[in-house]
């Protein structure tokens, strides 16, 4: 047997390159003839499985900037304003935040009663990035140990999740506690509540950092006369005004001499 396998071997080294001495000694055992075996371990270079390992792609970021584009700086306040705002479905966009959180109101129908009325609300907040700002007496309030910082901005969206959150009280009530809530959450500044694990200061420049690149990317965009001209608070001059402020045919053959690249004789 040992001599049947050694002249199986010895013939040419692409007719057995899948098997060796015991591969072959098992289809024997197992009754192989020696074509079957033949045809089992033949093999040539261009039926060999030419295995490719997996390559991760490579991901070229440019130096301070995450892979979406975005600066790492921004990248990381608004991760920052994401886990640390005790809300939920918290989203940081270049134009807003907008989150959902409750507002408690609590009331008590008279000095005597010792019971008091408490209704939460489920309310949806848009706060536009447009001149964001932190309320300074919040901020500093905030390395005491409150756990919430006021804000302001341009604009503040809300908007109760339910139709109609008040549906359970009776009409006067229902009447105290809607005109509480609406001295609570009016106009452009709220109240951000915040998580226990929340570091309160990382928060405050997180905001102030969403807020300068907001700031910065505005006056990019408002920096072409066009630009100018299409905002809301543009105030168009008079046909005099604006024509004294346009450059002259002289300044303007100057300027093209001074951007030509190269010399034109005919000139």
């Given amino acids: 047997m040992r001599l049947y396998i050694s002249l199986l071997l010895l013939l040419p080294f692409t007719c057995f390159a899948a098997c060796d001495q015991e591969s072959i000694q098992f289809y024997l055992d197992k009754g192989f003839n020696q074509e079957q075996i033949t045809k089992l371990c033949t093999t040539t270079a261009s039926e060999t499985y030419n295995y490719q390992p997996y390559q991760k792609p490579v991901v070229i970021v440019q130096e301070g900037y995450a892979s979406n584009g975005i600066s790492a700086e921004n990248s990381k306040a608004e991760n920052t304003l994401r886990g640390g705002l005790n809300a939920r479905s918290v989203d940081v966009t270049p134009q807003d935040v907008s989150y959902i959180r409750k507002i408690c109101v609590e009331w008590k129908e008279s000095p005597n009663v010792e019971s008091w009325i408490n209704k939460c609300v489920d309310v949806a ?141 005919f000139d």
């Avoid at 848009?126 to 932190?134: C, E, G, P, T």
């Avoid at 929340?198 to 066009?226: G, M, W, Y």
């Fill in 125 to 265: 907040f848009s706060v536009s990035r447009d001149n964001l700002k932190v309320n300074d007496s919040s901020a500093s309030l905030l390395f005491l140990g409150q756990q919430q910082v006021e804000i302001t901005s341009d604009s503040i969206k809300r908007k109760h999740v339910t139709s109609d959150p008040w549906a359970e009280f009776t009409p006067d009530v229902k009447f105290l506690l809607e005109r509480k809530y609406k001295v609570m959450e009016q106009g452009n500044s709220t109240i951000l509540p915040l998580r226990n694990t929340a570091d309160p200061s990382q928060i405050v420049n997180a905001i102030r950092t969403l807020a300068d690149s907001t700031k910065a990317n505005s006056e990019k965009v408002t920096s072409s006369e066009v630009a100018r001209v299409l905002d809301n608070s543009y105030v168009p001059p008079t046909e005099e005004e604006y024509l004294a402020s346009q450059p002259t045919l002289k300044e303007i053959e100057a300027g093209k001499k001074d951007n030509k690249k190269w010399w034109n004789p």
